[in-house]
């Protein structure tokens, strides 16, 4: 393709962003077989337009904030599957599991096996209603419902969360970048996501590649605070979280 013009760049450009992909000033300028300062000429139109954040040596794909949580609940997608059924295997009968809202862990909510002595807490109603057809004693946690994730914020909610010793937290990704961690697109739902990882023996982060090197608006916790990475992302796109001290789980 012509790349000889900054509007062919720019969609070249925006399009790798647009994967989840960071862009080094250096190496792309090498690519293109243009200057350093003309490639840079190009991400900052590009942070103009609202693709990218400049950061020094290159460029970040900015995460936007997703629809609400109501008008994502009907989509299924077979990347779904895949990442429930690799994470399925990390749940055993008789464990305290918290469960995040949001698509990705409605779905495993919904393919979760009978747990009699188990214990499912959660704050999102949909999740709630799901693993309780499973065969599950539930524990749904009160308080606001947030139109993002549809589920419950506010301090209410975080101090109950803090109050009970879980086995396995199993968390949704707004965006996740080896560097800056997990984050999430609302505030209230980041405190919920923290308080819930910082409840759990062991958190597992259930994500698409799309959202690897993303930083959503609101940390909720560094790489080095999370257990497992499940991910269709490659090996490659999974390295940097690998060498965090993550463990990776390719699908």
């Known amino acids: 393709m012509d790349i000889n013009t900054p509007e062919a760049r720019q969609e070249t450009l925006r399009a790798r962003l647009e994967r989840g992909l960071s862009l080094s ?3 792309t300028a090498a690519e293109f077989d243009v200057s350093v300062d003309t490639l840079r000429r190009d991400l900052k139109a590009l942070e103009v ?14 995460a936007r904030p997703a629809r609400p949580a109501l008008d994502r609940m009907t989509e299924t997608a077979a990347t779904h599957e ?18 995040d809202g949001g698509t990705t862990v409605l ?8 747990l009699p002595n188990g214990l499912i807490v959660t704050p999102a109603p949909a999740v709630a209603l799901a693993a309780l057809a499973a065969g599950t004693p539930v524990q749904l946690v009160g308080g606001r419902l947030s139109a993002y994730g549809a589920i419950a914020v506010g301090h209410g909610t975080v101090e109950e969360i803090s109050g009970i010793a879980s086995d396995l937290a199993c968390l949704g990704a707004c965006g996740i ?23 759990a023996h062991r958190s ?4 698409t590649g799309e959202k690897l090197g993303r930083r959503a608006r609101h940390r909720v916790a560094p790489c ?27 699908v």
Not at 50 to 62: F, K, Q
Not at 107 to 114: F, I, S, V, W
Request: aromatic share 4%; glycine share 8%.
């Open 177 to 199: 970048d080896a560097t800056f961690g997990l984050g999430a697109d609302d505030m209230d739902e980041a405190a919920v996501k923290r308080a819930m990882i910082d409840a």
């Open 49 to 62: 337009q609202g693709y990218a954040r400049c950061i020094r040596g290159g460029a970040m794909p900015v």
């Open 204 to 207: 597992v982060v259930m994500t």
């Open 107 to 114: 779905a495993l909510a919904q393919a979760l096996p009978p």
């Open 25 to 27: 000033l250096s190496a």
């Open 82 to 99: 895949a990442l429930v059924a690799a994470t399925l295997p990390l749940i055993e009968d008789g464990m305290v599991l918290m469960l």
């Open 224 to 250: 080095k605070a999370l257990g497992v990475m499940v991910s269709n992302a490659t090996a490659q796109q999974t390295a940097p979280f690998a060498r965090t001290g993550m463990e990776i789980r390719n």
